[in-house]
């Protein structure tokens, strides 16, 4: 306690404490850039999307598909509901199944009907700044459906998958995949076989929460003994509100394997929760 008598300087004469002045509040940093259905919803493009759904969240993608193969022993198969499901695990990561789908195929001249194979995966974003987005994921596929249909022997995918965004309209997304497939070699034996397989799209924003893009994929390998192959396909997505999304596509095959080409059409619709 200051003595008034004895001191140099009264009460008067310290002078008040300045107040400290509050800290600058750090920068926030660049927003994640997932998180909106059209930035999470991997169909219709071969590449993967690099964003999961959020935990708490659940994504259910579906479509149709209808192929057509030119050529000798040439046919149309359709499938659908091609859905795959995620299921929100973490604010950067979800869970993926891929449930079967049902086929029915004209090829060679014979009408066959049956089921696709069921797949189970996960998918993790793992950084970003205000421009890029990268992550990862992994997906098992186990031989359950129908022989025509199935791969006939369990099947595993890995993915690099990465996101830039070039300006306000136009933005470049892609995938490095590394996958161990399997199918039908020409003994008519099941064979499993690597294939390295590149992806990348250019989309471009469009009014209305809409876009349109278009994608090159290539196929080191096509199958068991076969050559590599390529596929391009474009498509029109639009969002209706933050929780539904409308696709339209066609893509096709440049390559001829065996004297055949390929070219397809498909729709989807996808719902998040």
Same mark, same amino acid.
């Given at each position: 306690?200051?003595?008034?008598?004895?001191?140099?300087?009264?009460?008067?004469?310290?002078?008040?404490?300045?107040?400290?002045?509050?800290?600058?509040?750090?920068?926030?940093?660049?927003?994640?850039?997932?998180?909106?259905?059209?930035?999470?919803?991997?169909?219709?493009?071969?590449?993967?999307?690099?964003?999961?759904? #959020?935990?708490?969240?659940?994504?259910?993608e579906s479509g149709y598909a209808a192929s057509t193969v030119t050529g000798t022993g040439g046919g149309v198969t359709a499938s659908y509901p091609a *859905?795959?499901?995620?299921?929100?695990?973490?604010?950067?990561?979800?869970?993926?199944?891929?449930?079967?789908?049902?086929?029915?195929?004209?090829?060679?001249?014979?009408?066959?009907?049956?089921?696709?194979?069921?797949?189970?995966? *996960?998918?993790?974003?793992?950084?970003?700044?205000?421009?890029?987005?990268?992550?990862?994921?992994?997906?098992?596929?186990?031989?359950?459906?129908?022989?025509?249909?199935? *791969?006939?022997?369990?099947?595993?995918?890995?993915?690099?998958?990465?996101?830039?965004?070039?300006?306000?309209?136009?933005?470049?997304?892609?995938?490095?995949?590394?996958?161990?497939?399997? $199918?039908?070699?020409?003994? $008519?034996?099941?064979?499993?076989?690597?294939?390295?397989?590149?992806? /990348?799209?250019? *989309?471009?924003? =469009?009014?209305?929460?809409?876009?349109? &893009?278009?994608?090159?994929?290539?196929?080191?390998?096509?199958?068991?003994? =076969?050559?590599?192959?390529?596929?391009?396909?474009?498509? &029109?997505? #639009?969002?209706? $509100?933050?929780?539904?999304?409308?696709?339209?596509? &066609?893509?096709?095959?440049?390559?001829?394997?065996? $004297?055949? #080409?390929?070219?397809?059409?498909? /729709?989807?619709?996808?719902?998040?929760?």
């Amino acid at each position: 306690m200051l003595s008034v008598a004895n001191a140099a300087t009264t009460t008067a004469d310290v002078p008040a404490a300045l107040p400290v002045p509050a800290p600058s509040p750090s920068p926030s940093g660049p927003a994640n850039p997932c998180g909106s259905i059209l930035s999470i919803v991997t169909r219709p493009t071969v590449t993967t999307s690099v964003c999961p759904v #959020r935990a708490g969240h659940l994504l259910i993608e579906s479509g149709y598909a209808a192929s057509t193969v030119t050529g000798t022993g040439g046919g149309v198969t359709a499938s659908y509901p091609a *859905a795959l499901l995620h299921i929100g695990l973490s604010q950067n990561a979800d869970l993926e199944i891929t449930p079967p789908s049902f086929n029915r195929s004209s090829l060679g001249g014979s009408t066959v009907t049956g089921s696709s194979d069921t797949g189970i995966g *996960a998918k993790w974003e793992l950084g970003y700044t205000d421009k890029a987005v990268w992550g990862a994921s992994a997906q098992v596929s186990a031989p359950t459906g129908t022989q025509a249909f199935s *791969a006939g022997r369990t099947q595993y995918t890995a993915n690099a998958n990465w996101g830039y965004t070039l300006n306000a309209e136009f933005s470049l997304s892609g995938a490095f995949g590394f996958n161990s497939l399997a $199918g039908m070699n020409a003994n $008519g034996q099941i064979q499993s076989y690597s294939a390295f397989i590149p992806s /990348a799209y250019l *989309a471009a924003a =469009l009014p209305n929460n809409a876009q349109m &893009y278009g994608e090159y994929a290539y196929f080191s390998h096509a199958g068991p003994g =076969l050559p590599a192959k390529s596929i391009v396909d474009f498509a &029109y997505q #639009r969002d209706f $509100g933050p929780n539904v999304q409308f696709d339209v596509e &066609y893509g096709f095959q440049p390559t001829t394997l065996n $004297g055949q #080409r390929l070219h397809y059409v498909g /729709a989807g619709l996808s719902l998040m929760h």
